[in-house]
Structure formats: C-alpha cells, structure tokens
C-alpha cells in the first residue's frame, strides 16, 4: 500500500458520486479539497465521521474548503447514507477501487485476529494545484472536522 503524502501531486482522477455524476479532481482547480475515505457507508464509525462534517460543513466552507467522501459502497448504497443523514457533499461510488489505490488506502488490515483487504480510514487535504497539504491518518471519527480546522 502506498499513501500519498504531504507534497504528492495527485494524480487525476475521475469516478461516479451517489447520482451517478461523473467528478473529477479538476472539477476542484483552484479550491482547497479535503477527501476523506472510509470503510463502509451507515457503519457506526463512518456514520460518526461523516455526520461530524456535516454538522461542521458551514465553517469548512467559510475556511474555502470543498469535501468528497469516498468508499467502495455502490452508487446505491451512497445515495441512501447521502439522503439518511442529508448530507451536503459528494458521496463517491469508487467499486473498482480506482480512487481508493490512487490515494493509496487500500490494503492489508487486520480486525480480532482476522486479516483482510480493505479501505484505511484517512482524510487527504489537497491544495488548489492537487498537491497534498495534510494528511491524517488517525480519524478521530466524532471529532473529524475539528482535526481539519
């Protein structure tokens, strides 16, 4: 697995949000970004972190910031977390793992003994040229946006 880091260009990306609209990372030239992955849409931790940004969306805002959310939950299932929580930003249907592997947050993990492949729990903040500004590692999922700002 290998994680962009602070100073990496992002590589240009493309893939399809909850309503089936394409986005694209040059959708954000010029605007701060911040991309947070989690595992899986309506678990209790991504509910957690998702909604921590939602109730936080207006000041990530006022500070130029735009979000996308990011799993490899179908369109389907983004669009029902989306509409559940009213949630005001792109929800991305990343299935085939093309944004997932070029942030680098999929790979090995381990939970109670069990190993597995999944998505890591990371949030990319990215500048208006696509390099990364920040990255952290370890989501505090009901204090997400506090990590940010």
Known sequence: MDTLKVGDKVPAFSAKDENGNTIKLSDYKGKK??????????????????????DNYTELKSQGYELLGVSA?????????????????PLLADEDHTVLNIF???????????????????TFVIDGDGVVEKVIDKVKTKDHAAQLL
């Not at 992955?37 to 909604?51: I, L, N, R, V």
């Not at 680098?104 to 990371?122: N, S």
């Open 33 to 54: 970004l911040i991309v947070f992955f989690y595992p899986k849409a309506s678990t209790p931790g991504c509910t957690a972190e998702a909604c921590n940004l939602r």
């Open 73 to 89: 939950d179908s369109q389907k299932r983004q669009l029902n977390f989306k509409n559940k929580y009213q949630f005001p930003f």
């Open 104 to 122: 680098g947050v999929w790979g090995p993990k381990q939970f109670m003994g069990k190993k597995y492949d999944g998505i890591h729990r990371k």
